[in-house]
């Protein structure tokens, strides 16, 4: 579980760097090597999908958000806005690329080969 829990992570942490899902197209490699891995190690979905909660919710939808109650930082925390050691949230702008890029990871990984993966859906859930 530690190995896959690094994987997870470093996926992550990649796809939310500047600079990530630009011309050089680095997306769909590391999408094509966690569908293959994901055909022989089963348990790599969940790990993913965790990781992917934790720092966007917004790509794993569940069924009930939390109660609007006009608190702008809880809405804030709810769709995955990081904080500053000061403890301001991140930009809008910052939030949106880093958001961009956990998505186009999914359906890099959604759309990539071997055809019979399920990891995130697979090609059923794109």
Same mark, same amino acid.
């Given at each position: 579980?530690?190995?896959l829990?690094?994987?997870?992570? %470093?996926?992550?942490v990649?796809?939310? +760097?500047? $600079?990530?899902? $630009?011309?050089?197209?680095?997306?769909?490699?590391? +999408?094509?090597m966690?569908?293959?891995v994901?055909? !022989?190690c !089963?348990?790599? $979905?969940?790990?993913?999908? +965790?990781?992917?909660?934790?720092?966007? =919710?917004?790509?794993?939808?569940?069924?009930?958000?939390?109660?609007?109650?006009?608190?702008? %930082?809880?809405?804030?925390?709810?769709?995955g806005m990081?904080k500053?050691? %000061?403890?301001?949230? !991140?930009?809008?702008?910052?939030?949106l690329h880093?958001?961009?890029?956990?998505?186009?990871?999914?359906?890099?990984?959604?759309?990539s080969? =071997?055809?019979?993966?399920?990891l995130?859906? $697979?090609r !059923?859930? +794109?």
């Open positions: 579980k530690y190995l829990d690094l994987l997870a992570s %470093n996926l992550i990649r796809v939310q +760097a500047d $600079g990530f899902n $630009g011309p050089r197209g680095d997306g769909f490699p590391l +999408a094509a966690f569908s293959s994901s055909t !022989e !089963e348990e790599l $979905g969940p790990v993913l999908e +965790a990781h992917l909660y934790t720092v966007c =919710p917004t790509a794993i939808p569940i069924l009930s958000l939390p109660t609007s109650k006009g608190d702008e %930082n809880a809405l804030m925390e709810s769709l990081i500053d050691k %000061n403890g301001e949230f !991140e930009s809008f702008d910052k939030f880093r958001t961009e890029g956990l998505i186009s990871i999914m359906a890099d990984i959604m759309s080969f =071997p055809s019979n993966h399920t995130l859906g $697979g !059923e859930g +794109a």
